[in-house]
């Protein structure tokens, strides 16, 4: 079963709007990744935020996670026409060695 | 420094033989990755390899996939035969400890048909 899952699985907005995405997940972490994947390309790492850390901004990105509720959520603000792409959590478990587990995504889609 | 090389970016083949894919990893990553992307199944992870030494390979659908990581700077999957199920993009993967920050590859788009 998915570790984190992705909402919702498409969005689209308008250029200069904010886009936010969730993940939730199902057991305790140890960390949560981001990634972005542009349409046939390779997974780019965004951002990681420690399952200690409650907010992490990188530019025009902001990372939450509240591990109380299992969930994260990725914003972007002031969205441009290159942020359209597929956006993942990846999660690992709390539970000894553990690799990541990537959720189906999010596709982003920003209109000029 | 290049990245995570893997070739070919594309390969189409017929049914029943045999497909190699490679892969170069970022210099000093300690540990490497192969995952299978696919519109129903998402990114599946196949295999992970620890300074060369294959660690969990319980994502390989079958005993039709292989793979082998000679030096720590190589890596071959290895799908022997081919199916039209196996049409998928492969990724490889590196990092620098296990669930860290990983770097991939462009990927194989593979077609068996």
């Known amino acids: 079963s998915q570790q984190g899952e992705e909402d919702p699985q498409a969005l689209s907005i308008q250029e200069g709007e904010n886009a936010t995405m969730n993940c939730s997940y199902k057991t305790s972490i140890n960390n949560l990744q981001w990634y972005r994947q542009n349409s046939g390309r390779g997974l780019v790492h965004l951002i990681l935020i420690r399952s200690n850390e409650r907010e992490k901004h990188s530019g025009r990105l902001r990372v939450t996670l509240d591990t109380s509720k299992k969930s994260s959520s990725l914003l972007i603000t002031a969205s441009r026409a290159a942020d359209t792409a597929s956006y993942f959590c990846?999660?690992?478990?709390?539970?000894?060695?553990?690799?990541?587990?990537f959720g189906k995504g999010t596709m982003l889609l920003v209109s000029p | 420094d290049a990245g995570v090389i893997q070739s070919p970016r594309h390969e189409v083949t017929e049914m029943g033989q045999e497909v190699t894919l490679r892969c170069k990893p970022i210099?000093?990553?300690?540990?490497l990755f192969w995952y299978r992307q696919t519109m129903m199944r998402g990114l599946e992870l196949l295999i992970y390899?620890?300074?060369?030494?294959?660690?969990?390979d319980s994502g390989m659908p079958e005993d039709r996939f292989s793979a082998k990581m000679p030096n720590a700077s190589f890596s071959t999957l290895k799908i022997q035969p081919s199916e039209p199920r196996d049409s998928a993009v492969y990724f490889c993967?590196?990092?620098?400890?296990?669930?860290?920050?990983?770097?991939f590859g462009p990927g194989t788009r593979l077609t068996v048909l």
């Open positions: 990846a999660t690992d478990t709390n539970s000894g060695y553990s690799t990541l587990t």
């Open positions: 210099s000093g990553h300690d540990y």
């Open positions: 390899f620890n300074n060369n030494v294959p660690i969990d």
């Open positions: 993967a590196s990092s620098h400890g296990l669930a860290t920050k990983q770097f």
